[in-house]
């Protein structure tokens, strides 16, 4: 079977921070990923900056091959100790993830990490080291399916402090906590669960700056959402063709569309009349062989705004209308998506005479494209 990474995360700024004092930095490489979280000393604006650039030192060098002894002496010699606290003015987590489940980590002065397998706690052995004067832990490990790799800022271990708990969360607390949710479907449920949680014993004000980063290795799922009949009613068969060889789950969007494949096929849509007038939108449609039939453009512009209100917000998407059951396949269902633009115009939407790049749904279609890579997902666009 085909996996691929799943990664994802969030972070709280400090109440009355415009910048948040931690930073990750992620990057897709050949064969996997690259993940580095850092945490400037202090918080606002100094700690942004010095967290980004010991970030983006690292990931760059790290991408570029270097050691690293070499990445740690760079970093070092960049942003020396602060010399009232004795303190390092950036602490680290470094990441580097296969595709294949072979994982590197390097941690530096930030919490320990968390890694569990089938929902039961799962010790790495890890190495100490000392590199120019800083004392490093690294570990070599492989992932499963199924196996959760967390990191957090410290700021997720002072959740509390002087408010709901004297000590705060202790690290122990949250490993418990992540156990407990460990065998979630997806990273991104991992992320939001464990900062809500934190945020909630902030009482809504927090006193640090708080980051979550959840990776879990993921069997790869595929979407293909056909929008728009094609250009050239020629092309109708072999748009038929299409949506019979795809695989995964087959969701039509648009009326024109739909009524393509349900007379090549000789069925009927099957109108759900129960889900008229949600939210405004249109009643949503079934097609023997396809798994969602939906109208086109107002369905797929209200999906979008689901989406960056998911990606905004992290919160769960519990409408019934048809958009809504699209972002719930996109989010939970599916990580490679494949969508076939048709790019007929649909002369109740724009005037016909206007060029391609002028089209509404198109537009719209980049839209979706841009949230579903923003949330990680690998999409490829064919225009028919």
């Known amino acids: ?25 992620y990057i897709k490489t050949a064969d996997g990923c690259i993940l580095v979280l850092s945490d400037g000393l202090g918080s606002g604006v100094k700690a942004n900056i010095l967290a ?14 270097s ?46 990490s968390f890694f569990f397998r089938r929902g039961c706690d799962y ?15 690294e570990s070599n490990f492989t992932f499963l399916p199924g196996d959760l790799l967390a990191v957090v800022s410290d700021g997720a271990v002072h959740a509390g402090v002087g408010a709901l708990l004297n000590l705060g969360w202790q690290w122990e607390n949250i ?25 909630t014993l902030y009482d809504d004000k927090p006193g640090d700056d ?40 087959r969701v039509l969007s648009g009326g024109t569309t739909a009524n393509i494949i349900a007379e090549r ?5 099957d109108i759900d009349l129960s889900t008229y007038a949600r939210d405004k939108l249109p009643p949503v449609g079934y097609l023997k062989g396809v798994d969602l039939v939906l109208e086109g453009l107002i369905t797929l512009s209200k999906t979008v705004e689901y989406l960056n209100d ?11 209308d048809g958009a809504a059951t699209l972002c719930r396949y996109l989010v939970s269902e599916a990580s490679h998506i494949h969508i076939y633009a048709g790019t007929a115009v649909n002369p109740a939407h724009q005037n016909p005479d206007f060029p391609i790049d002028f089209n509404i749904k198109l537009k719209v279609v980049r839209d979706l494209v841009a949230i579903l890579e923003s949330l990680d997902k690998k999409v490829v666009v064919e225009y028919l």
Not at 225 to 238: S, V
């Open 52 to 65: 980004t650039l010991t970030s983006k030192i690292a990931i760059t060098m790290l991408r570029e091959g």
């Open 123 to 137: 010790p790495i052995e890890k190495r100490k080291r000392e590199i120019h004067g800083k004392t490093i832990f």
């Open 310 to 320: 998911y990606k905004n917000h992290g919160e769960e998407i519990t409408s019934d």
């Open 175 to 199: 490993n418990d906590f992540l156990r407990g949710i460990s065998q979630k479907k997806f990273a991104g449920d991992i992320t939001s669960g464990l900062l809500d949680v934190c945020n």
């Open 1 to 25: 079977m085909e996996y691929y990474i799943d990664a994802s995360y969030r972070s709280l700024n400090k109440k009355g921070e415009e910048l948040c004092g931690d930073n990750v930095e």
């Open 265 to 269: 096929w000789n069925q009927e849509i």
């Open 67 to 112: 050691s690293i002894e070499d990445t740690l002496e760079t970093i070092v010699s960049t942003l020396p100790e602060c010399k009232v606290r004795k303190m390092a003015y950036s602490t680290f987590t470094i990441i580097k993830l296969n595709n294949n489940g072979e994982c590197y980590m390097v941690e530096y002065d930030n919490p320990p």
């Open 210 to 249: 708080t980051t979550v980063i959840a990776l879990k290795l993921q069997p790869v799922k595929h979407l293909h959402l056909f929008t728009g009949p094609p250009k050239n009613i020629e092309d109708d068969d072999y748009f038929t063709e299409l949506v019979e060889k795809s695989s995964g789950i």
